[in-house]
């Protein structure tokens, strides 16, 4: 059958018109070209679907019948065109997002529902990991943007700091410092210490183990857990102390006690982080949203 957008487009007209001079007009095609492609579409149909006479056209119950037919083929048509567009500039689609702790405790859940209102037809797709799995699930394609322990040095990346945070420790209620509300760093240099399994948490450990040599010791970690919840449940068993980011504080579970550290001035950078070679609608939307929210809010602080 040999019926196309154009005959669907003209028969519309005509309807909406029930006039074939003011039909062609709006459709700005000659008035002969309009009839022949009227009677072209009876005949592949094999149906009338206009009454004509001198003086009015009037259109059949078939031809009402396929008129409505023919407006949704129409809206489903211009709705393909416009998520065709949208998908186009990024305004559809997946965002594969990775996160750690410290991102996911912090500013990064505001960031995101922020997105999602500015771009509802975007589906975000947030995945926690560690730093160096972030790093490689990047390189393989899985994820398209990273919010990892930073500042990231690589070739193929760039990177925008998101987040920066002081450092504290926390120690669990009955332990000789939790009476106190800050302590220095060498406090803690006979200490047990529990945290994240060294090849995992290497970029957090490239922060806290130059501060602990400074402060003359190196932590001896006695306890690990993959993640913060971990962490900070074994600290709460007495097993040891921590030392993690301000933003945990948010989840520390009863009997636990945050402690400042005096004279550590560090502060831990979460950054975005995302490979220039592979990027997409969606994800330069992201980027850009994130390079304006930093502008707007002055940077990390």
């Excluded at 992201?286 to 304006?292: G, N, P, Q, T």
Aim: proline share 4%; glycine share 8%.
């Amino acid at each position: 059958m040999k019926i196309g957008l154009r005959h669907i487009r003209y028969f519309i007209a005509v309807a909406d018109e029930l006039h074939f001079r003011r039909a062609a007009v709006q459709l700005g095609v000659a008035q002969p070209a309009l009839s022949r492609a009227i009677q072209h579409l009876e005949q592949e149909l094999e149906v009338v679907l206009f009454d004509r006479s001198n003086r009015n056209v009037r259109i059949t119950d078939a031809g009402r019948r396929f008129l409505d037919g023919c407006k949704g083929i129409m809206n489903s048509v211009e709705h393909t065109i416009e998520d065709a567009r949208r998908v186009h500039h990024g305004q559809i689609g997946n965002l594969r997002i990775g996160y750690t702790d410290m991102a996911i405790a912090g500013v990064l859940p505001t960031l995101l529902k922020a997105f999602q209102v500015q771009e509802p037809r975007i589906v975000l797709q947030p995945h926690h990991d560690v730093t160096s799995r972030q790093l490689q699930k990047l390189d393989e394609g899985v994820l398209d943007i990273g919010c990892v322990t930073g500042p990231i040095n690589r070739s193929g990346f760039e990177q925008l700091p998101i987040q920066s945070e002081k450092l504290i420790c926390v120690v669990y209620e009955s332990h000789r410092l939790a009476d106190r509300r800050s302590i220095h760093l060498e406090e803690l240099a006979h200490e047990d210490f529990v945290h994240g399994p060294t090849k995992d948490w290497e970029h957090f450990y490239s922060y806290l183990i130059p501060l602990c040599r400074k402060s003359g010791f190196i932590p001896s970690i006695v306890q690990e857990a993959y993640n913060s919840a971990g962490i900070l449940g074994l600290v709460a068993c007495g097993m040891g102390v921590t030392v993690l980011t301000e933003s945990s504080r948010k989840t520390l579970p009863n009997g636990l006690v945050p402690l400042e550290l005096d004279g550590v001035t560090e502060r831990l950078q979460t950054v975005a982080l995302w490979k220039t070679d592979t990027m997409t609608g969606s994800k330069s939307l992201f980027i850009d949203y994130l390079c304006r929210k930093s502008r707007e809010d002055g940077g990390v602080s």
